[in-house]
């Protein structure tokens, strides 16, 4: 098919996706606070990580969507894998000059997402974002394969480039420029810490009644009545939240 043809016909495409549906969890699979295996967050992630890591379908547990915006409000979100996580946040690296490192610059908030879909849950967490330290920051850089540090360098994320032959170009010339194998971090890249203020794990229902369950921080002199909202651990409540 021409691509004169292809663009006409897709000008009129409309495409109807209303009846695309799966089977999610059933009523005898519900997830109650009664089951929280943590009455906090860090905890609760790691159980279901952990099932996440070892669910058949599953290659890349640590997968997640990061979403970012600038000052103004204008989002932007992409795939990112987290590197970390510990009761002080959750790590990932990247380009500090690239579109997310940019934003978080100027808007140092985040939402994470991550979707498991073999299981029918998802954890969305958002929170303040800080930089981790240079030394951090070098001692996953050294962990990385040769190729991914290379790449590191040779990609100045987000830029607008000619085509795939000048990265082809320019990795070859860094190949040759760290022969020893010994290549240093670049100063534009390294990592970011959310830190969370709310994290929220959903299960699947298939009639739509989904469960989700929310921990957050308490506000300023909030009542904790342990009938809607629940006094947890380490300085969080959880409460349900409707579908």
Excluded at 5 to 12: A, F, I, N
Excluded at 151 to 178: C, D, T, Y
Excluded at 184 to 189: D, F, G
Aim: hydrophobic share 35%.
């Amino acid at each position: 098919m021409s691509t004169s043809k292809l663009s006409s016909e897709t000008s009129k495409l409309n495409v109807d996706l209303g009846a695309m549906r799966i089977k999610y969890k059933d009523k005898s699979e519900t997830f109650t606070e009664d089951q929280l295996d943590c009455k906090e967050p860090i905890g609760q992630f790691k159980v279901w990580f952990d099932v996440a890591s070892k669910a058949p379908g599953i290659q890349e547990p640590n997968a997640m969507c990061l979403g970012t915006a600038t000052k103004d409000g204008l989002p932007s979100v992409r795939p990112v894998l987290l590197k970390g996580f510990s009761s002080e946040g959750f790590k990932f690296y990247t380009n500090y000059e690239s579109r997310k490192g940019r934003e978080l610059a100027e808007n140092p908030n985040a939402a994470l997402t991550f979707f498991w879909e073999p299981l029918r849950r998802t954890i969305r967490i958002e929170g303040r974002v800080e930089k981790t330290s240079a030394e951090d920051s070098d001692i996953y850089f050294a962990s990385r394969p040769f190729a991914s540090q290379i790449g590191a360098h040779a990609s100045k994320q987000s830029a607008v480039i000619s085509g795939r032959n000048s990265l082809m170009i320019k990795e070859r010339e860094l190949q040759a420029q760290f022969l020893d194998g010994k290549v240093t971090r670049p100063p534009c890249w390294g990592g970011f810490i959310v830190i969370p203020k709310t994290i929220e794990f959903w299960q699947g229902q298939s009639d739509r009644l989904h469960d989700r369950i929310r921990f957050r921080r308490p506000n300023p002199n909030e009542k904790i009545d342990n009938i809607i909202v629940h006094q947890g651990d380490n300085g969080w409540v959880y409460e349900r939240l409707s579908p």
